[in-house]
């Protein structure tokens, strides 16, 4: 079965630090690239990071720029966020996203919910 | 505030067409190639409906359908169901890795 599954959500203080990861399954990993999604409660999506399929290429969002890093471990078949200096507004769900050779991303998790208190 | 406008809601009655609009795509980006289509059901992870700007994926219904008029993306959806009710999201590649989400419209079946 084809399918994203994040983890690693929880409740965390302000200025503490989680980890997220996103296990897939049911296609080649290392094939895709691959995206770290948000979505705020009652808000709408945010791009947030995205990784080439190598891990050579990185980019995030200005608003996580400096303390979010995405990273992947393709013989694992595993992606991953690393939330450092958390703050109340990274409280969101966090999808793990898939991106095909389109410009879309076709395949998302079930999300993992951060939630930050300040 | 997000570089791409959508609609906060649109509403229609069962059988009927309608529209959403995504407004601002030229100022992102120079081709029209890149824009997305997203449904979200609540509680849901977003689904795909439409890549570069009027591609269908497999197994979308062909009553969703997407075009594009100078700076504004659209997504049309025909024969309107119950099940049609769910937050709609336009998206662009923005350049340099990024991409740029519109707000989102919430479609309600009258």
């Known amino acids: 079965q084809v399918q994203l599954v994040e983890s690693g959500g929880g409740l965390v203080k302000a200025g503490g630090s989680l980890r997220l990861s996103c296990a897939a399954s049911?296609?080649?990993?290392?094939?895709?690239?691959m995206n770290w999604i948000r979505q705020a409660p009652g808000k709408g999506l945010e791009w947030l990071s995205f990784?080439?399929?190598?891990?050579?290429?990185?980019y995030h969002a200005d608003s996580v720029k400096g303390r979010f890093t995405i990273s992947r471990d393709n013989a694992r078949s595993s992606l991953y966020l690393q939330m450092n200096s958390l703050r109340a507004e990274d409280t969101a769900v966090y999808y793990c996203?898939?991106?095909?050779?389109?410009?879309?991303?076709?395949?998302w998790g079930q999300g993992t919910m951060v939630t930050v208190s300040s | 505030q997000s570089a791409l406008t959508q609609p906060a809601s649109v509403s229609g009655s069962p059988g009927q067409s309608i529209t959403i609009s995504c407004t601002g795509i030229?100022?992102?980006?120079?081709?029209?190639?890149?824009v997305s289509w997203y449904q979200q059901h609540p509680d849901k992870a977003p689904k795909l409906l439409i890549y570069?700007?009027?591609k269908r994926p497999s197994g979308v219904s062909n009553r969703f359908s997407g075009s594009k008029s100078d700076n504004t993306a659209s997504l049309t959806i025909s024969g309107l169901q119950s099940d049609d009710e769910a937050d709609y999201y336009c998206?662009?590649?923005?350049?340099?890795?990024?991409?740029?989400f519109g707000g989102g419209t919430k479609l309600t079946v009258l």
């Open positions: 996203v898939r991106k095909p050779p389109i410009d879309a991303f076709d395949l």
């Open positions: 049911g296609f080649t990993f290392s094939d895709y690239y």
């Open positions: 990784i080439s399929s190598s891990g050579a290429s990185i």
């Open positions: 030229s100022s992102i980006v120079g081709s029209d190639n890149h």
């Open positions: 570069e700007g009027t």
């Open positions: 998206c662009s590649y923005a350049g340099s890795g990024s991409w740029v």
